[in-house]
T-cell receptor, first 111, second 117 residues
Framework: DADVTQTPRNRITKTGKRIMLECSQT?????MYWYRQDPGLGLRLIYY???????NKGEISDGYSVSRQAQAKFSLSLESAIPNQTALYFC??????????FGPGTRLTVT | DAKTTQPNSMESNEEEPVHLPCNHS???????IHWYRQLPSQGPEYVIH???SNVNNRMASLAIAEDRKSSTLILHRATLRDAAVYYC??????????????????FGQGTILTVHP
């Protein structure tokens, strides 16, 4: 089984809808991250969490919110999806500041 | 964050060595050099990292220039599975709890490696 899983893997939604992307990890890592990837822009950090009670904004957090329900679970929500949030979303985990392990990604399309 | 510069693309033949260059002329003394790669339709994958000395692991080798202003990722025998985008990234808080950059990875455009059979 994969160490970092993301659900759903693909999602098409309409403008204005609320959507949640979920990430789970079995690695026992304390830190978790959400990135988005757009063609030509590389990966950009949305939010990161040191532990359940420590959540921080990344470089592009506007329009997103997160919840760290447990050490192993970190969810990303789009309260009111808009078309420019169409992207590939990756969750990652790490132990403190060590190398990061990425999930397989969620492809989100907002129409 | 210190900036890295990589070629947009490179090509190699299967079973030949590949040398992927990265320039980082503004690197600071505490910056670690990290390499990640992203295979098609997958998330990024850690490859290797180093500070000053050359490093080897099961995936690759990392050669760091003496002045640390450049580095080279070496794949000793490229396989078709090595076709990916390779990212060279600098981080100043590797392994340190509470590091000021909080483990942030700043991904540039990377180098697209094509491996020919």
């Amino acid at each position: 089984d994969a160490d970092v899983t993301q659900t759903p893997r693909n999602r098409i939604t309409k403008t204005g809808k609320r959507i949640m992307l979920e990430c789970s990890q079995t690695k026992g890592h304390d830190r978790m991250y959400w990135y988005r990837q757009d063609p030509g822009l590389g990966l950009r950090l949305i939010y990161y969490s040191f532990d359940v009670k420590d959540i921080n904004k990344g470089e592009i957090s506007d329009g997103y919110s997160v919840s760290r329900q447990a050490q192993a679970k970190f969810s990303l929500s789009l309260e009111s999806a808009i078309p420019n949030q169409t992207a590939l979303y990756f969750c990652a985990t790490s132990v403190q500041g060590d190398e990061q392990y990425f999930g397989p990604g969620t492809r989100l399309t907002v129409t | 964050d210190a900036k890295t510069t990589q070629p947009n693309s490179m090509e190699s033949n299967e079973e030949e060595p590949v040398h992927l260059p990265c320039n980082h002329s503004t690197i600071s003394g505490t910056d670690y050099i990290h390499w990640y790669r992203q295979l098609p339709s997958q998330g990024p994958e850690y490859v290797i990292h180093g500070l000053t000395s050359n490093v080897n692991n099961r995936m690759a080798s990392l050669a760091i220039a003496e002045d640390r202003k450049s580095s080279t990722l070496i794949l000793h025998r490229a396989t078709l599975r090595d076709a990916a985008v390779y990212y060279c990234i600098l981080r100043d808080d590797y392994g340190r709890a509470g590091g000021t950059s909080y483990g942030k990875l700043t991904f540039g455009q990377g180098t697209i490696l094509t491996v020919h059979p």
